[in-house]
């Protein structure tokens, strides 16, 4: 069975994020740049299951420009076996890359499409519904726990208060969730041999899709600033500022 693995470029999550003064936009210069961490989840599930021997060959697609490249090597570097680089500098909205990521899915018919379940960047947490709904796919979103069973696939789901298992019939879109697995770090030989690993670049124009965005972006406002705290007296001081400052009693 063949893998496909979605994988993001975005800020990383370690890095405090910094807004441009004319609020128009994240500052992004010299920002150390990553692999969202739920596509890493992605990948390291897709890694496994070679492993295991229920996938034979594993592939990472990422929309975006050039610079990301960087995180398909590391998809590469992590144990998949070729990467394909739909090349763009426009912002791609969802539903966009959704209509990319189907394409893929026709032309390489992977038996399994694993997705992050959100891009910590944009948080929108719809690509992959999108493309299952695209692709006409059944879909197990928020995994925390996936089993192959011939052309059947168990998704465990993290819901509210519990989990969900589902049982769905391959070809299937799963996103994953933060306890799937534990991603592994890629080694220096394994880095090495990743930059010898097949690297497809199409543009989205070839693949048909226009990418085009229908939402503007108005402005980006930064949390405010954390107050210093202050020392009371007295418990009755405290209750007194809870009830009649911070007014949560
Ligand atoms: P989102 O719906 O934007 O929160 O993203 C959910 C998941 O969709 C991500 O974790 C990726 O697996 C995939 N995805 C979103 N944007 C891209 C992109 N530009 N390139 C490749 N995969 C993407």
Same mark, same amino acid.
């Given at each position: 069975?063949?893998?496909?693995?979605?994988?993001?470029?975005? =800020?990383?999550?370690?890095?405090? =994020?910094?807004?441009? &003064?004319?609020? @128009?936009?994240?500052?992004?210069?010299?920002?150390?740049?990553?692999?969202?961490?739920?596509?890493?989840?992605?990948?390291?599930?897709?890694?496994?299951? *070679?492993?295991?021997?229920?996938?034979?060959?594993?592939?990472?697609?990422?929309?975006? &420009?050039?610079?990301?490249?960087?995180?398909?090597?590391?998809?590469?570097?992590?144990?998949?076996?070729?990467?394909?680089?739909?090349?763009?500098?426009?912002?791609?909205?969802?539903?966009?890359?959704?209509?990319?990521?189907?394409?893929?899915?026709?032309?390489?018919? &992977?038996?399994?499409?694993?997705?992050?379940?959100?891009? =910590?960047?944009?948080?929108?947490?719809?690509?992959?519904?999108?493309?299952?709904?695209?692709?006409?796919?059944?879909?197990?979103?928020?995994?925390?726990?996936?089993?192959?069973?011939? +052309?059947?696939?168990?998704?465990?789901?993290?819901? +509210?208060?519990?989990?969900?298992?589902?049982?769905?019939?391959?070809?299937?879109?799963?996103?994953? +969730?933060?306890?799937?697995?534990?991603?592994?770090?890629?080694?220096? &030989?394994?880095?090495?041999?990743?930059?010898?690993?097949?690297?497809?670049?199409?543009?989205?124009?070839?693949?048909?899709?226009?990418?085009?965005?229908?939402?503007?972006?108005? *402005?980006?406002?930064?949390?405010?600033?954390?107050?210093?705290?202050?020392?009371?007296? @007295?418990? +009755?001081?405290?209750?007194?500022?809870? *009830?009649?400052?911070?007014?949560?009693?």
């Amino acid at each position: 069975m063949k893998i496909l693995v979605a994988v993001k470029r975005v =800020i990383d999550y370690n890095v405090k =994020i910094r807004v441009k &003064p004319d609020h @128009s936009d994240v500052d992004l210069t010299n920002v150390k740049m990553a692999m969202n961490p739920f596509c890493e989840i992605a990948v390291e599930e897709a890694v496994r299951l *070679k492993e295991r021997g229920v996938a034979s060959e594993v592939v990472a697609v990422t929309v975006g &420009p050039k610079a990301a490249q960087e995180q398909l090597r590391t998809a590469l570097a992590l144990g998949a076996d070729r990467a394909i680089h739909l090349e763009t500098d426009e912002r791609v909205e969802s539903l966009a890359v959704a209509k990319l990521l189907a394409k893929v899915v026709e032309d390489e018919q &992977p038996g399994l499409t694993i997705l992050g379940k959100q891009a =910590i960047d944009t948080d929108n947490n719809q690509t992959g519904q999108m493309l299952a709904a695209l692709s006409g796919l059944p879909q197990g979103t928020f995994a925390s726990e996936v089993v192959v069973d011939g +052309d059947k696939l168990q998704v465990t789901r993290e819901i +509210d208060g519990g989990l969900q298992t589902v049982e769905l019939t391959l070809p299937a879109i799963v996103t994953t +969730d933060l306890r799937l697995n534990e991603p592994r770090y890629a080694k220096l &030989p394994d880095i090495m041999k990743a930059k010898k690993k097949p690297l497809d670049v199409k543009t989205p124009a070839e693949q048909g899709v226009e990418v085009g965005s229908r939402v503007s972006l108005l *402005k980006v406002t930064p949390p405010p600033e954390r107050q210093g705290g202050v020392k009371v007296g @007295s418990v +009755d001081e405290l209750v007194d500022k809870l *009830k009649n400052e911070a007014k949560v009693l």
